[in-house]
């Protein structure tokens, strides 16, 4: 924090009191009445403020994507319908839509991809949240590589795909179902391995949660896991960790 | 069901309407006042009864096992605490006891091994689940190969081991934390793979939910599931079907 | 595993080091991209592999059926929608759909029905379920009993019909609500049971989950379960012990 | 209500003002500081006021029952520890105590039992909690018929002992682990069937949940539910039950 | 059971060992094939076979109406939509709807109502459920006083609603949220109370679970409980406690 | 209560007996069949009845505005679909319905604003709950603050918005997802905190029960927690509290 | 916040930059190393740091005391056990216990007591938690009177104490089993109620989960909820809410 | 993996195919028999083998720890009794206990602490926890800054001491109860964040489900979940993050 230097300029006659308090209070985001935007996100962590679409109401979202991509060049969206794209491609013709992943895009600013990420699912039906947390990780410039349907009832397809995964600097192991792929891959890498549970499967998967307590209880060493479905968060934490590995300059 | 004999009989006048009765009514088991034996269950399915201890009274679990002795010869009785073992002895002295199973039983005829049951656990602490499975698909006639330690978070253990398990007509899966094993195990073998649950975990395995959710959600084919730490009901329908693939001459 | 001789080939220079890698890498699937087949499972495991078409991409769905009736002739998918046959139906003609049990089947090779298999249910609402049972098992070339309508609570209907469940290799039982008839049944036959817990219920059967507790906790022997409405799997496995019991040469 | 006569007595000048208000507020318990004790329940209900035991502080414990052994002749303690028996008695020496169903009793008063009760239980662990119901039925005046160890997966045993169950008033169904006898009793009598589900069981028994979810899906009619291992709740019921068929002259 | 008259008969040759043997075995359902129909229920127990809609093939409703009308005279069918109903009318003319409790029924024979069951309900809410255990238990006989938003939360109207509810044999109480009115009932009468949870309320409702769970742990005595949303169980077993203080002569 | 007052009137001859006992059982409601509206509950309590419109008839919600206008002035209805408006305008033109909150108000008398509420959300998905309990406490006659979107995961913008949370008399905080608000603003208010969990969410949030577990283990002390979604309750809570403050005289 | 204070005192020279910013950063706690004790808090909130004591390590809990006793004069320890106790003690030979609510007090300064809190309990065995309550009130200055066992199930004993309950400025409704005394309160009175589940009961009581959904589902209006057993926050919140009543001049 | 290397010596007649076969086989563990230890792990990821203690027989502790200790030098033991401990310091008099962490540590090579990771907990009672993370970190090489008792109610404590975990390259927040300190720090810092959940709490907090899901629900982002009281998983995971920030040379 900068506390200090804005003290010693309050001290030195540089800025007012009530500037500084007004720095002190009102500085970091943009208020919008019904929300405030995080436009300071960016200097703080790195990565900017990102759009969780689902029930956001339609002269809202179109307004925080507005601000955001005067602001910030870039701009991504999450779990947005093909309705709500619509009505943020009136204001914003360069965003662009991924229907498999439910992710907006807007891209003004080219984003140099770095590193190795791995993303992996157990079945066809993980693709979604797959993308989600690949797209995710290239949208704040991670390399990714996909390995798909390498679900551990059919072993050998994993261990024919293993080359990508291993070099890797962070996997992604989405599953639904039993969720046992990050046991498996926890055991083969030497890198983290982020779970992520599908809400894919039927009866006693509950919805994922039975996914979601199998990756928790993995007896591999070197496996966290995110909450169901999110593969926005998989991809993000994945970036963190891969410009950890690539020296963080970005 | 003989019930068109003993209708037969009794038209013939060989037997009396009240022996017919009675015949149906109670005939297939011995009360005990407490309890209600069941002493024609061998000829029935081919399996003798199966003495529940834990939980039973002093008293009754000695009468249960003397009687069971006499009629049938081999005893087993499962969840016996030492205790409990002292004081059957005390009556049987040929009872002998597994303290890791906590099996306890009575050998009077020799049994035959036939056939093949593989048994196998993910951890070392999953072996006193696996035990009682074993002991009990002996105890009624198979044979039984033990492959411990092969977690699916060290893969190459697994595949080390394999052969034992892809010749078995039946593969018992014990597997406690994540659960895992069943699944990579039911897409390697081509016969029926029985999973057992464990309560071996902590915080989010809920006292073995976990393994059980993810072994009933498992994608691979051919596997069922037994209540959690429940060896010996694994050992019980593994021999039902080994003994079919031995054609069930017993 | 042939991984012995393939290595003699190439000490032998039959093959080379590369092919070798690729054999040991590449071989058991058709990689689609989007999903890997399992062309090899058949030789395996004796059974080819099954389309689970519950949210497959329409696509996807066309093409892997194709590839595999082309491959292998007979195909069968699970929980498909009419909508989903119809596209299938579209590029495969002969491609036969069954409504109550949501199943389409491709059959170009006609298959042999051997041994016996018991599907039971506790109701009518529980017929779906077992039909997709019935018809797995048919397709992988068990001969069936269907016995519908015995629950427990109306028990001169089960005892009425006890002689085909008696002879049966191995009994699917199918309920939902208080799911009590894998228990009942399990007394009275001698072959193993597979209890199949339905979503049938309401209030506090929690979508299924009641009568799969009480399927679990059996005291009855020889009873194991597979996850709620899995009639498949049912199937599948009583196809197994099925083919066990009738000597294994399929 | 009495209020009525109250008021006109009031009116008439027959009490005074202050008396009918007290009336209304004071009356029907003895108040003890820390508790209060339902000395006219009897009267509203035809049931005196049964003792909790379990937790009680020791005063209280010997306070209560040497007060409503006083005042009601009859006395009634529930899970009492065989330590606060021995309290009990040292000020009540007429006291009894039953370690199986952990009942104590003072009867100074005897009562003419009458109509007919079944109890059941599905196994021998069940027993304790049969008790309970059973001897708090006799407490209250109800004939009782036991019937033990009667599960349904030895349906035989069931079958052989149905006379006494299906000449009941009302029968009370006692099991743990898959919790089933209700269903099967449900279809085979006519009048009303209390189901206790105990705690006996392991794993997925989940402390008896599993049997009250059994129990409250049935699908046989006639079924009400009581808490686990509630006999004293279904001893106290099956009087109210028996009481009204038997004319409740009481 | 008439066992032994029928043994005798065959012993005196007026029946057939073969026509023993049909009787124990086929006699007591019509099998529709799909369905096992309970043609003889009534005489068992004195509640004809009733028809769960809900979830029923529109050919098998039909049919199965047609046949206990042809029967039984007297049909009732819970949980019916109204194009259910449409169905049934065109078979059986006679048929009438309720809307609120969903009942369908049919009644060629007129039913005397007797004795005397009181409904309570807690909220507004909750009278759909109320309704159809109301209306089950007139179809059988009883006769119903109806007391209506009688919360807990608003003691003073269910204070000067009792007389009607201390009067009843047998008391319905149905109630969701917080589920507490059975509780307070339970303290107010001598006779039984069952407890009917509605899967009214939201959030932590659980969709009845709430409800379900109060009741259980009731500590007023008398109190048994059905599956959520039950009324039709309810009024059952009211019906059955409603007969034997009548005297049972029905 | 009033109950002495009445007795002395009795005694003096002023009312008749059966004018009391009338009074003691029918007054303090207006019994409309269907339900009874607690038309003396302002006068108890200094809050009017508030009608809670899901799921209620169409005709019972229309008679129940009309009455409760009649008699009261202003009506508050809660959880009220655009549908339900429109039935009550036709009878009451001057109702106004917010689709935010999905209140409808009807305010014949208009109310003094007293005090201070401060209203918090974790992000904007929580506003339609905060403006329910918002809207409500205003409906009460209390001064209501709106600070929004101040979540724990960007603690800079709840620090910059601390001024009119840390004057309120009750602080509501709304929060779903991992519902962390409430724990922070205990620990910087002196005031008590209402806590709202919130079903905004997905996976593991489990339709708000995470975030309501969240509250209830909150470490900061004054904290007390409402159901789900329950906007509602906290604004009358909050009313409750402001109106202790500000002296009561209403 | 003072912040700005502390700014105009650096620009005006009256303190140095380093000292604000320690301010800023060092001032509001005691850091023991192992701990950071808030002794602002008083400053703060009225109300001075509470210890919980259940786990702190022996000399930890002796360090805090001290430390707190010495700074504050009055201590209040939570959960406490006779051995930590005996440990505080030997350190502050002025602390006494209450083994009842497990509550251990230092007072060195007279609290005078004001307002007026009434906390009831359901039964006798809710005492404990009520006591941490009502003494933790009585620690931070409430008036407390103390009404116990008037459960719902015996409605006359509540109805007969409700002068102290209706009079309160906050009512504590402390719960176990089926915890409905909170909803049949919150129709009583017109001041928050403030409910507290306990862990009192069996089965499915589920160690006070079941209580505390009744709570939560309540339709009372003015009922907020805090967690199983935590006596202690009800206390606390109550005397907030006592202290706003009061005119908050503490 | 190397096995184009041994293919290619194969070719060569450099080995022998039966030694080739054995090496794909056997080469990558130690078979105790009981156990199969991974000794070639450390090659492969860098992290010897760590020996989960709580639950070995006591012979196999021995003898793992002795081969291990022979074999890596270093060796690590999580959730040791002090029993254990004592067992093993007599095979291996160099080993260390931690009472606090419950670790067993043998350290023959000394290892550098490099980069850095920050350990806070949100009270005291979580600190064993944070130790077990913070020591494991240790072990493998991380340098471990601790700030502890930072929850989220006393905001300050946190944000005074925010300079070591906002310059971490990883930080793990370890928190029972409500569990809110990973949502808060998430904001505060760029790189990831490993949240902890204890069972730490009472009541709700269900042995740590609820912080756990709490945790799970984040909106925060760059945070994922290990399982309940896992310290160290996360002291692994952060070490794997460390090590890829310092460059992986280790």
């Known amino acids: 924090m900068e506390a200090k230097k804005i003290l010693e300029k309050v001290r030195n006659g540089e800025i007012s009191v009530e500037a500084a308090e007004k720095f002190f209070r ?84 080219p984003v140099e991809l770095r590193g190795s990420v791995a993303v992996c699912t157990a079945g066809t039906a993980d693709i979604p949240v797959a993308e989600e947390a690949a797209q995710t990780a290239e949208f704040f410039g991670s390399k990714v590589n996909r390995v798909y349907d390498v ?53 006693a998967s509950l919805q994922g949660i039975s996914a979601l307590l199998t990756m928790l209880n993995s007896c591999a060493n070197g496996i966290a896991v995110v909450n169901i479905d999110n593969g926005y968060g998989a991809g993000y934490m994945a970036t963190q960790i891969n410009r950890l590995a690539c020296g963080k300059e970005r």
Chains 1, 2, 3, 4, 5, 6, 7, 8 share one sequence.
């Open 151 to 203: 679900g551990v009832s059919g072993l050998h397809r994993l261990l024919a795909s293993l080359d990508p995964i291993q070099e890797a600097n962070c996997v992604i192991a989405v599953a639904g179902m039993e969720g046992a792929l990050p046991s498996v891959l926890g055991g083969l890498v030497s890198n983290p391995v982020i779970a992520v549970p599908t809400s894919i499967g039927y009866g």
């Open 26 to 109: 009102q500085k970091p985001f943009d208020d919008l009445g019904f929300a405030k935007l995080d436009t300071h996100r960016k200097i703080r962590t790195g990565f900017g403020e990102v759009v969780f679409c689902s029930g956001k109401k339609d002269e809202h979202l179109q307004q925080i994507f507005r601000k955001l991509a005067e602001e910030e060049g870039n701009v991504l969206g999450t779990r947005a319908s093909r309705e709500q794209y619509e009505l943020i491609r009136a204001l914003c013709p360069d965003a662009v839509y991924d229907s498999l992943s439910r992710l907006v895009k807007i891209i003004r600013k």
